[in-house]
């Protein structure tokens, strides 16, 4: 039995952050959460790397829409739709029963000892599904959509 909830973010990389995000909300409107950095220890089929870019949220959502900062040599190297984000309490669970059902993973975080807080694995077309923990995760990205850190972030 699934214990994915419906996607909550939709992951577009793009060229260059500030560009996308005043191309997105001159077009439609969107509105965007200050940009973060992100850092990750990841495990490809090439291997573990430590990957380091920079991503953003839209205000409105869900689902939000995640822009991210592509970086050459990696999983977000080419800018376009990159993948759907979806919640789950089990990811190793879940990703197993992915893998079981003929979805590879191909994309996930290398160094967590109780578990991969997110995993991507890739359906038959080609779209790739990002498992996020909702346990683990999910409280920090939620203090961000709300608005919270804001003011730290943006200053």
Do not use: K
Not at 129 to 144: A, Q
């Amino acid at each position: 039995m699934s214990t994915v909830f419906p996607h909550y973010h939709v992951g577009i990389v793009v060229a260059d952050l500030e560009a996308a995000m005043a191309e997105y909300s001159e077009h439609l409107g969107v509105e965007w959460r200050p940009p973060v950095p992100v850092q990750s220890d990841l495990r490809t089929e090439d291997g573990s790397r430590l990957f380091t870019s920079r991503m953003v949220y839209s205000r409105q959502g869900p689902p939000y829409m995640e822009l991210l900062e592509r970086r050459a040599g990696t999983p977000w190297s080419e800018p376009g739709l990159h993948h759907l984000g979806l919640w789950t309490p089990d990811v190793e669970s879940e990703s197993e029963r992915l893998t079981e059902a003929g979805l590879p993973r191909i994309i996930s975080a290398a160094d967590h000892s109780t578990g991969a807080p997110f995993v991507y694995h890739q359906t038959a077309d080609g779209v790739r599904l990002e498992l996020i923990d909702i346990g683990t995760t999910g409280p920090g990205v939620f203090t961000y959509l709300s608005g919270a850190l804001d003011d730290l972030l943006s200053g």
